[in-house]
């Protein structure tokens, strides 16, 4: 079965400090998407990063990267310069390609400190 | 502007009374979908949509109907709320595959006493 599993239900970082989410998945798939959501406390769920499997290099969006490991079914967000705007709870999420369909972790609560 | 509403985006109620959540999307997206969100579990898929008249059941469907007679809209329908049904709701969707990323509602929280 296809799971993903967030082993950090909360953190917390220093405003400006770097922190990283971790997340791990399990597929049999060799094709496949991952994703990092922030859910904010408006409850949108925003997507912040994505990453294609067949792509060795690491997405980057702003402030925001991932380490992806494929070999170790990994898939780590990194925030830069935390900010009091990224406090919410972030989803690690897997859909396998060409198939209608995306697994959620059960989430991290990321708190930024001032 | 492109987006996926749902409505109500609150919604408080008692067991047994049958209810509707609406969603719509303006993107013309083939995909919908509705998830649930509970404290501790993440989002787990209800029921979803390939395209008009195409339903299928995600992971938690017991308890939940949903129908898709026009491409823009997908209710979710609670015949009879039971308390276990008490969660936050989203909506999503996304044009069909290949594409992957699903753009999500604002979500509807529901209380069932």
């Known amino acids: 079965a296809q799971t993903v599993t967030q082993s950090q239900p909360e953190m917390s970082v220093q405003e400006a400090e770097t922190v990283t989410l971790s997340c791990t998945y399990d597929?049999?798939?060799?094709?496949?998407?991952l994703f990092w959501y922030k859910q904010p406390p408006s409850r949108q769920m925003i997507l912040v990063i994505r990453?294609?499997?067949?792509?060795?290099q690491n997405a980057t969006e702003n402030r925001f990267s991932v380490n992806f490991q494929k070999a170790a079914k990994s898939f780590s967000l990194k925030i830069s310069d935390s900010q009091l705007g990224d406090a919410a709870m972030y989803f690690c999420?897997?859909?396998?390609?060409?198939?209608?369909?995306?697994?959620f972790g059960k989430g991290t609560r990321l708190h930024i400190l001032p | 502007e492109a987006q996926v509403t749902q409505n109500p985006r609150y919604l408080i109620t008692v067991t047994g009374k049958k209810l509707t959540v609406t969603c719509s999307q303006n993107?013309?997206?083939?995909?919908m979908s509705w998830y649930r969100q509970d404290p501790g579990l993440g989002l787990r898929q209800i029921y979803y949509?390939?395209?008009?008249?195409?339903?299928d059941k995600g992971d938690v469907p017991e308890g939940y109907k949903v129908s898709r007679k026009e491409k823009r809209n997908f209710p979710l329908i609670l015949e009879s709320p039971s308390p276990n049904q008490t969660s936050l709701y989203f909506c999503?969707?996304?044009?069909?595959?290949?594409?992957?990323?699903?753009?999500f509602g604002p979500g509807t929280r529901l209380t069932v006493l």
């Open positions: 999503a969707s996304k044009p069909g595959a290949p594409s992957v990323t699903q753009y």
């Open positions: 597929t049999s798939e060799s094709d496949y998407y």
């Open positions: 990453q294609e499997a067949y792509k060795q």
């Open positions: 999420a897997y859909s396998p390609a060409q198939r209608d369909k995306i697994i």
């Open positions: 993107m013309n997206h083939e995909y």
């Open positions: 949509s390939m395209n008009v008249e195409v339903t």
